[in-house]
Nanobody
């Protein structure tokens, strides 16, 4: 599976962005998908994950209620809608695919990674 993230950019605090992650390969629907982010000088951290069917999701406490993960298996795409953005959301955002049966917040349980897209939130 090859992943291509897009949709990053510069936005003011309180604004919104929607990230997309397009996958190649017809096996996309068999993978759980996740979004992670990495700020300068920090470890890559979990943001959100969604099951292969889209019926289950899980979020980091820092984004719950502001971010929404979704997927369209017909389009081989997963999305991250980010609302009420804060300066501390500034980071490179990565999408990833996991073959684990249960949702995972560990980056080590993701098999494939996209190249990342930069989100910058100004105060």
């Amino acid at each position: 599976v090859q992943l291509q993230a897009s949709g990053g950019g510069l936005v003011q605090a309180g604004g919104s962005l929607r990230l997309s992650c397009a996958a190649s390969g017809r096996t996309f629907s068999s993978y759980a998908m996740g979004w992670f982010r990495q700020a300068p000088g920090k470890e890559r951290e979990f943001v959100a994950t969604i099951s292969w069917s889209g019926s289950s999701t899980y979020y980091a406490d820092s984004v719950r209620g502001r971010f929404t993960i979704s997927r369209d298996n017909a389009k081989y795409t997963v999305y991250l809608q980010m609302d009420s953005l804060k300066p501390e959301d500034t980071a490179v955002y990565y999408c990833a695919a996991s073959s684990y049966e249960t949702l995972s917040i560990s980056r080590y349980e993701y098999d494939y990674w996209g190249q990342g897209t930069l989100v910058t939130v100004s105060s």
